[in-house]
């Protein structure tokens, strides 16, 4: 042990985490996903799960790397990943998530005020509210800038009107923070990044229900609501450049989603599901020759995928500056998810189309509404045609039509 | 591009500037019209014998620098990019076999002068047209016979590494073997070469036949990696001046989309390349998945990329005069070699139980 110990010089701080687990992590809760993803809605959480987010809150550990000042962790990269492994370890998860953490609060802390900051980063940071996003409107999906809401100068306050649309959890969500139009003669520089009361009078939610069934998104309404204007991050007309910064963080945060969409379909690797399904040869092999090799091909993608994925990371700690890399990510991230999908239902033949009710099985109902879901990863957070449209612009120097 | 050491940063530089300066691809057109029977340019592969590059996977106690297969990649990707024709690639591996292999007088007798540049070493593998048939080349009394077709730089080779029914063995000297060559669409180096009662000398089992093919298939898809991203560079360039309906080419969207869809698949490509390569250097065990994941991505993104320059450099591109049909055909031959895509999918496959 001695010499395990001097050879990870972060040996005392994995001690104290794995002190500090073993004392405030509820067992009951191993391998259970206890994250309260703002797309999942109010949950009615277990006495065990209130102690535990309670417990991580107080530490700052749901949000490690962030300034303990605000109520964050302080913890370099390093630590957190220690804290990352020993959370694995015993199969702990994060409690606190949402748009606040993978988002907001990241972009606040660099652009927001030290009172806005006061205000916001330790209450999202302790999981008390709930964050959802107002940039999407029902003329400004791709075209963002082109944006309608318009927030009115009345002195003291802004008055804001129009609608957003799209706003995963709005239902739920105490606050907003919206992209909004201070200036109608400017396209970008008329935009101005505002945070909004959710239960201030004159905002409506309505969700909108998808075709996997499930209702995450919401049209919302603005009448003449009014927003302090300390509210404002930012200058007026900085808007868009705010904006374009979280949509960084939610664009890195997204970018996982091939990688830790899981290799198991069922509990199971893909290729046992098909051939459990769809029988083996003589020689053992997945008895449909086409879809063995398409299930190749997609497990080669995954690969070339993961790889992608720790190459850029590894490039960026070598600090080589940003990698070209990291611009392919999403795109990447939402066809091997997709491809999952549909690899998925064809195998279990109808059994995987089921909707509800009897005759499938848990994992097979599940199957139909992941496919369906899934056909968001590429319209979301920047549609794959907007990404290719800034990977030919940005990387490769494409010109805009004249 | 990798996380390199400062060794392996400068020798990627120095082997892009040499590439660029002194053998441009304009250096292959001459190379291609004037068809010097040893395929190669004798000038350059004495410079590059000098600058040590022969011996960058051979043992520093040979001769070589021993800095291995991801240092000797970059090179290889480098002289990719501008489709230099030279036996680096070949040599590699064949040395790898010897300094592998059991016989201490083989090593001592050629690893120094490969690594030297001084002769020129390669595998004498297939005996068909398609990589990954039965291998009937017998050895009886320490003489081996049987034909190899298509064995890269096989018109110059003083050594030949030589796969056999049960094992590797090492061909050198001209006792017992015959070059015939085979004039392909890269306008490289290929020959068969018929050995009859050749004296052969053991270097290893059927092991050490599949690692070393391996590290050929890595070190070709290294030169793939090289090849597609000067050709896509090249015809990103092209879309820039090009003009059709008053537009530059590069300013429609659909061209930008297939541009994008090209550099994605290219990124992946690095991944798989570079991952096979450090797979080498640590002598994983997984070796072979990560060699047939990467000469499958290599050949699929090397294809798209190369018909991509083909039909987006318009009538241009299917002239001689234009470069682009020098990385379509060497592309379509480096695919072939060692096992296309297919062949890799399905050894893939096989290896996770699919």
């Known amino acids: 042990m001695a010499s395990a110990a001097e050879s990870d010089p972060l040996a005392a701080f994995r001690e104290d985490v794995r002190n500090w687990l073993a004392a405030h992590f509820p067992k009951s ?193 603005f009448t003449d609501v009014k927003v302090p204007k300390g509210n404002l991050v930012g200058r007026e007309g900085e808007g868009w450049t705010i904006g374009k910064r979280l949509l960084q963080h939610e664009r890195s945060s997204l970018s996982g989603g091939g990688g830790s969409a899981g290799r198991l379909l069922a509990g199971k690797p893909l290729s046992q599901v098909a051939k459990d399904y769809r029988g083996t040869d003589a020689d053992g092999r997945l008895s449909d020759a086409d879809l063995r090799m398409r299930l190749v091909r997609h497990e080669m993608d995954t690969r070339a995928f993961m790889l992608t994925l720790r190459r850029a990371a590894l490039e960026a700690k070598s600090n080589q500056g940003p990698s070209a890399a990291t611009s392919i990510m999403k795109n990447v991230g939402a066809r091997i998810t997709q491809d999952r999908a ?34 968001a990863v590429s319209i979301y957070g920047g549609s794959s045609e907007i990404q290719n449209n800034i990977v030919a612009k940005r990387i490769l120097g494409m010109l805009d039509h004249q | 591009m990798a996380v390199l050491t400062e060794e392996q940063t400068m020798l990627r530089d120095m082997a892009r500037e040499w590439a660029d300066n002194e053998s441009p691809v304009t250096a292959f057109r001459k190379l291609r019209d004037a068809a010097p029977a040893e395929g190669y340019d004798a000038a350059a592969w004495g410079e590059i014998g000098q600058m040590g590059w022969g011996g960058i996977v051979i043992p520093e106690g040979q001769g070589g620098s021993a800095l291995g297969y991801l240092s000797l990649g970059m090179v290889v990707e480098q002289l990719g990019r501008n489709l230099a024709a030279s036996p680096l690639a070949s040599t590699g591996p064949a040395a790898s076999a010897i300094a592998l292999g059991e016989d201490d007088a083989a090593k001592a007798e050629w690893l120094g002068r490969i690594a030297a540049g001084e002769v020129v070493a390669t595998l004498a593998i297939d005996e068909g047209p398609v990589h990954g048939a039965a291998i009937a080349t017998r050895v009886e009394g320490g003489r081996l016979t049987g034909t190899k077709l298509f064995v890269t730089e096989g018109d110059s080779a003083a050594v030949f590494v030589v796969a056999a029914e049960d094992g590797l063995y090492l061909v050198a000297g001209t006792d017992g073997v015959t070059r015939s060559p085979r004039r392909m669409a890269d306008a490289r180096s290929h020959a068969e070469v018929r050995f009859a009662a050749a004296p052969a000398t053991r270097l290893g089992g059927v ?104 039909q987006l450099h318009g009538g241009i591109g299917m002239t001689d005069e234009h470069d682009a049909g020098f990385y379509m055909k060497r592309a379509a031959v480096l695919e072939a070699m060692w096992g296309n895509a297919a062949f890799h999918r399905e050894r893939f496959a096989r290896l996770n139980g699919y």
């Not at chain 1, 000042?69 to 015993?90: F, H, N, P, T």
Request: with cysteine; proline share 3%.
């Open chain 1, 29 to 221: 809760l191993a391998y259970k996903d206890v994250g309260l993803s703002a797309l999942e809605g109010p949950q009615d959480p277990s006495a065990d799960e209130a102690a535990w987010t309670r417990a991580m809150g107080e530490k700052g550990w749901g949000v490690p790397t962030w300034p303990s000042a605000y109520g964050g962790g302080g913890l370099s990269r390093a630590e957190a990943r220690v804290l990352q492994d020993e959370m694995a370890r015993i199969g702990a998860s994060n409690p606190i998530g949402g748009m606040g953490v993978m988002m907001f609060g990241p972009t606040l802390l660099e652009y927001g005020t030290e009172e806005q900051k006061q205000e916001h980063i330790p209450r999202i940071a302790r999981n008390e509210v709930r964050w959802c996003q107002g940039y999407s409107e029902p003329g400004a999906g791709s075209d963002l800038a082109a944006l309608q809401m318009f927030a009115e100068d009345k002195g003291d306050h802004y008055l804001v009107n129009g609608q957003k649309t799209w706003t995963s959890g709005g239902q739920w969500a105490d606050k907003c923070f919206a992209l909004v139009r201070t200036d109608k003669t400017k396209k970008h520089e008329g935009i101005s990044f505002l945070l909004i009361d959710m239960d201030s009078p004159g905002v409506e939610v309505k969700p909108i229900r998808l075709i996997s069934g499930s209702s995450p998104f919401c049209e919302t309404f």
């Open chain 1, 342 to 375: 549909e690899l998925g239902i064809e195998i279990m033949g109808m059994n995987g189309l089921g909707w509800e009710g009897e005759g499938f099985t848990d994992a097979e109902l599940a199957q139909t509404r992941t496919w369906l879901w899934g056909k």
């Open chain 2, 207 to 310: 092991d050490l036949t599949a690692k070393v093919v391996d590290y050929a298939a890595a070190l070709a898809a290294a030169e793939m990696l090289g090849l597609a991203e000067q050709a896509f560079a090249t015809t990103n360039d092209y879309l820039k001046t090009r003009v059709q309906f008053g537009q530059a080419l590069s300013t429609f969207q659909a061209l930008q989309h297939r541009m994008a869809k090209m550099l994605t698949e290219l990124e992946l490509m690095r991944s798989v390349v570079e991952g096979a390569l450090e797979a080498i250097d640590a002598g994983r065990s997984d070796l072979d998945q990560a060699v047939s994941l990467a000469k499958s991505v290599a050949g699929d993104t090397a294809r798209l990329v190369t018909r991509e320059m083909i």
